[in-house]
């Protein structure tokens, strides 16, 4: 007999606040995040597996601008764009990672590639470049990921000299560009599957990576447990190992999905003042999706459920 199916997804979390954003912005948002989330959901509705559903519903929003990942990316400190991305199936444990790429159009199809085609986990910069062409993964050229807000994010950071998450932004500017995506789901054959994409943070140095690309801290997913997409200021969640976190909590304590999740979003990095987010999904089909930020991009649906998309706290 088939069983509950479900997903979730997010579009970044930060200082998302319902007074910097506009009518129409709000519109936008509202409508990718439920393409997306619908996008995805048609998957497990067609009885794919819970793999083709996050990476379909991750793929759209690395095609969307309004996102950091994919098209629409934050610029690093030599002015160009480096996509991290990674996915996970917790049905076998089988994992692809990908870090620093450029012009590739969707990382997360790379991840999946890496995990499916390759002898490896994870691959980086120039090497994983050349596994996609290898694939014949689709590449686009600088100007497709070229975005004038994130342009203009990055020359002011440049300028301050300053690190700064996509996030991050000042008062008084819109914050109109927020957003690593992420998505997790149940299928019908009980298994669960995540995946992350994201652009970084803008004005990023030295080859700085974060949690994204990283199993464990960004992306985890275990049939046992759960499966979990984070989003947020990566350093934390690398030091958190807050995805793994979620499912080693449930494993080892026997603790709820919700009840695991809020624990490490709002006790462990908060107590490390890592601020962001996450989706999560259990083998029961329980969705839990926590933020310590003022906002998260973020949408689920499952069969007994209608759809839900929110962008502020309630
Ligand atoms: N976690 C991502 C990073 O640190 C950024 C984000 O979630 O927006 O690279």
Redesign the pocket.
């Known amino acids: 007999m088939a069983g509950k199916i479900g997903i979730a997804i997010h579009g970044?979390?930060g200082t998302i606040l319902k007074s910097l954003m506009t009518p129409e912005k709000e519109a936008a948002y509202t409508k990718a995040l439920k393409e997306a989330l619908m996008a995805g959901w048609n998957q497990l509705n067609n009885n794919k597996s819970s793999i083709d559903a996050v990476t379909e519903a991750v793929e759209m929003l690395e095609n969307i601008s309004l996102f950091?990942s994919g098209k629409g990316s934050v610029f690093t400190n030599d002015g160009d764009n480096k996509m991290?991305a990674s996915i996970m199936n917790g049905k076998d444990l089988r994992a692809g990672c990908v870090s620093s790429v450029s012009n590739v159009k969707n990382p997360v199809i790379l991840a999946k590639k890496i995990m499916e085609e390759s002898e490896f986990v994870y691959l980086n910069g120039k090497g994983a470049e050349a596994f996609a062409k290898k694939m014949d993964l689709k590449f686009e050229n600088d100007e497709y990921f070229f975005d004038e807000f994130r342009h203009s994010q990055y020359l002011e950071a440049l300028d301050l000299d300053r690190v700064q998450?996509?996030?991050s932004v000042e008062p008084n500017r819109i914050n109109s560009h927020i957003?690593?995506v992420g998505a997790v789901a149940l299928d019908s054959e009980g298994n669960l599957a995540a995946a992350t994409s994201?652009g970084?943070?803008t004005n990023m140095k030295f080859g700085r990576i974060?949690?994204?690309p990283l199993i464990g801290s960004?992306t985890y997913a275990n049939n046992k447990t759960c499966a979990v997409s984070?989003?947020?200021?990566?350093?934390y969640?690398i030091r958190a190992v807050a995805a793994y976190d979620v499912s080693a909590l449930m494993e080892y304590q026997h603790l709820s999905l919700e009840k695991a999740s809020e624990i490490v979003v709002y006790k462990k990095l908060k107590d490390m003042n890592g601020e962001?987010g996450l989706i999560a999904i259990d083998k029961n089909c329980n969705i839990s999706m926590p933020f310590n930020s003022e906002g998260m991009y973020r949408a689920c649906i499952r069969s007994d459920t209608q759809a839900l998309i929110n962008i502020y706290r309630e």
């Open positions: 970044g979390a950091n991290d998450l996509d996030h957003g690593t994201t970084g943070m974060g949690d994204s960004g984070c989003t947020g200021h990566g350093e969640f962001g």
